[in-house]
């Protein structure tokens, strides 16, 4: 014998399947009858598969990219290499290129012998020197032509053949004896601070 209530089952799933756009989306179709019970459901619907929060795996170790310069810094300083001819005035030729090139010149060192020169020595005193001599060091600063305030100059210390040291600021020509090398970095801007600065 059948039971009707399995029949009834049986024909409902038959009609289910053969129409299944009868039902509606978001129907739910249930037969339940005796100890058997049947039951059909939807598929689960797009809710149940909502996207999970945060960050996706891996996006929090993605290299960053490099940080490229285009445009040098006004107040940069760049290295350069000044070849400064024999018979040539040394001090006259570093003013002239940081005039020509509306740049301050920053004298580090300088290899070398020169000529003749005229240095300024302790208490005033000007000394005139002729001859073969080492250039040991040279310093000083030329500031570019817009600065209101005037410190350029140089400062040598020489040797003679004996060995003697003579130094001071150089004043007047101080000519080359061969090629001199001088190191020298460059720079745009220079700002003139007065010291002691006052109270606000």
Known sequence: LRN????????????QRNNPNESGDNEELQISGGGDAA???????????????GRPPGSRNKPKPPTIITKDSP???RTHVLD????????????????????????????????HLILRQLGGEERQ?????????????????????DASGLTALIAGPRGEL??????GPMVADGPVMVIASTFTNA??????????
């Open 4 to 15: 009707p209530a399995q029949d009834g089952s049986a024909n409902a799933l038959d009609h």
């Open 39 to 53: 039951e059909i459901s939807e598929p689960p619907t797009s809710s149940s598969h909502r996207r999970s929060r």
């Open 75 to 77: 107040n940069s300083l």
């Open 84 to 115: 400064i001819l024999s018979g040539t005035d040394i001090l006259e030729s570093i003013a002239s290129y940081a005039r020509r090139r509306h740049c301050g010149v920053l004298v580090l060192s300088c290899v070398g012998n020169v000529s």
């Open 129 to 149: 020197f002729h001859g073969r001599f080492q250039i040991i060091s040279l310093h000083g600063s030329f500031l570019p032509a817009s600065t209101a305030v």
């Open 166 to 171: 003579a130094g001071g600021a150089v004043r």
């Open 191 to 200: 700002t003139f601070e007065r010291l002691p600065l006052e109270d606000d």
